[in-house]
């Protein structure tokens, strides 16, 4: 059954630093990677998408990549500030016959003035 | 402009009812789907529907109903069953393309009163 883990749980960072999000999958068979931003008490706004034959995606300051193989993405996150305080959510579709979102349980980042 | 609307924003429960959450979507969508989210647990699946008139069960679905009568509307019932329901709701859709990514919600805050 496929697991997603979000390493670390929460993150303090003064403004201005890059930083990087982790996310790993146990199984390497999905369809794409999607990196999800959540505020608190809203739902949950799409960041990246990435399939599963590219190894990066970027938007503006946001750059996520995907190793497939070794079932590990990262979301690097250049000069933060503090409007990027949230909780960072990755979700693999799987590659089983349903093919739906697994979720992680999230990264908190806090990005403090 | 095209999006999921879920009402009420908030939503309170007396114990021995039912409710039931609305999720509606222009996006044209083929699957649908609700996910409920407890602090400090990721997303989990309770029913999705892939096409109308189908749906399938996810992970918690033991105290909750749904109905797929419309391509654009996807309602979830949470019954008296469920003997946790106080929780954050999400409604989801995606295209029936698995290249495709989800688009979320913004949520219902349940709450047994």
């Known amino acids: 059954k496929q697991e997603v883990t979000q390493i670390p749980a929460a993150l303090s960072v003064p403004e201005g630093e890059n930083l990087v999000l982790n996310c790993s999958f146990t199984?390497?068979?999905?369809?794409?990677l999607q990196w999800f931003r959540q505020d608190p008490g809203k739902g949950l706004t799409s960041l990246l998408l990435?399939?599963?034959?590219?190894r990066e995606q970027t938007s503006g300051r946001l750059n996520a990549s995907l190793d497939k193989s070794s079932g590990r993405s990262t979301l690097y996150i250049a000069a933060s500030q503090p409007g990027d305080s949230a909780t960072y959510l990755c979700?693999?579709?799987?590659?089983?016959?349903?093919?739906?979102?697994?979720f992680g349980k999230g990264t908190k980042l806090s990005v403090k003035p | 402009d095209g999006g999921i609307t879920q009402s009420p924003k908030y939503l309170f429960r007396k114990e021995g009812q039912n409710v039931t959450l609305s999720c509606e979507q222009n996006?044209?969508?083929?699957?649908m789907y609700w996910y409920r989210q407890d602090p400090g647990q990721g997303l989990r699946l309770i029913y999705y529907?892939?096409?109308?008139?189908?749906?399938q069960k996810g992970d918690i679905a033991e105290g909750y109903s749904v109905s797929r009568e419309k391509k654009e509307s996807f309602p979830l019932t949470v019954t008296s069953a469920q003997k946790n329901p106080t929780a954050f709701y999400l409604c989801?859709?995606?295209?029936?393309?698995?290249?495709?990514?989800?688009?979320f919600g913004s949520g219902t805050r349940l709450t047994v009163v």
């Open positions: 529907s892939q096409i109308v008139n189908d749906f």
């Open positions: 199984d390497s068979a999905i369809y794409n």
């Open positions: 990435i399939q599963s034959s590219q």
């Open positions: 979700a693999v579709r799987d590659g089983g016959s349903q093919g739906n979102l697994i």
């Open positions: 989801a859709s995606s295209d029936r393309d698995r290249a495709y990514g989800y688009t």
């Open positions: 996006l044209n969508h083929d699957a």
